[in-house]
T-cell receptor
Framework: GAVVSQHPSRVICKSGTSVKIECRSLDFQATTMFWYRQFPKQSLMLMATSNEGSKATYEQGVEKDKFLINHASLTLSTLTVTSAHPEDSSFYIC???????????????FGPGTRLTVL | AQSVTQPDIHITVSEGASLELRCNYSYGATPYLFWYVQSPGQGLQLLLKYFSGDTLVQGIKGFEAEFKRSQSSFNLRKPSVHWSDAAEYFCAVEALQTGANNLFFGTGTRLTVIP
């Protein structure tokens, strides 16, 4: 149980275009989802936290107009990188957690990540 | 402020040897503690977690970790390493014990396994 998927697994786009990344909880209802960014050989940097049906809470230094997060249902959150530039190239990982299943609370379950390359 | 330290950036062990990955945290109360493993190009997989109770916790893939309050440590161990264990290992701390809260990650330890 507690499987999280991401789509696409990798994407290449041109500078100036927008890219949408999906994060889905497959076998549980995710009341909270997190979006992380990971640079090569580095740890994960939390970008934002989103609760289902609410606006996302962004970490300091993360541009909310550039990284649009939507968590419209208990199984889906999306991250849209708007007007992408080469410096946005990175590995984006989502995670999900739930308050609805006592066996899964207080633990984040991670997706497999999305490799974004902006040319 | 909360922080997590993994002092070893890179560890190399021989297949079949024992392994210990160190993790120290800084937090005012007893946090929730996690170890995750990341294979190249992949997301993070939960190995084990400690919330309360028995300070020695068992995880998947033969891993275990011991919470030592006096040392603010949560070291990960495995008695016999397999080549497939080569990966990046992250220790993480959840700062608050209510609901789904932020994880603070260490910088990771890269494990290389040699035949």
């Amino acid at each position: 149980g507690a499987v999280v998927s991401q789509h696409p697994s990798r994407v290449i786009c041109k500078s100036g275009t927008s890219v949408k990344i999906e994060c889905r909880s497959l076998d549980f209802q995710a009341t909270t989802m997190f979006w992380y960014r990971q640079f090569p050989k580095q740890s994960l940097m939390l970008m934002a936290t989103s609760n289902e049906g609410s606006k996302a809470t962004y970490e300091q230094g993360v541009e909310k107009d550039k990284f649009l997060i939507n968590h419209a249902s208990l199984t889906l959150s999306t991250l849209t990188v708007t007007s992408a530039h080469p410096e946005d190239s990175s590995f984006y990982i989502c995670s999900a957690t739930t308050l609805l299943d006592p066996g899964l609370t207080d633990t984040q379950y991670f997706g497999p990540g999305t490799r974004l390359t902006v040319l | 402020a909360q922080s997590v330290t993994q002092p070893d950036i890179h560890i190399t062990v021989s297949e079949g040897a024992s392994l210990e990955l160190r993790c120290n945290y800084s937090y005012g109360a007893t946090p929730y503690l996690f170890w995750y493993v990341q294979s190249p190009g992949q997301g993070l997989q939960l190995l084990l977690k400690y919330f309360s109770g028995d300070t020695l916790v068992q995880g998947i893939k033969g891993f275990e970790a011991e919470f030592k309050r006096s040392q603010s440590s949560f070291n990960l161990r495995k008695p016999s390493v397999h080549w497939s264990d080569a990966a990046e290992y992250f220790c993480a701390v959840e700062a608050l014990q209510t609901g789904a809260n932020n994880l603070f990650f260490g910088t990771g330890t890269r494990l290389t396994v040699i035949p």
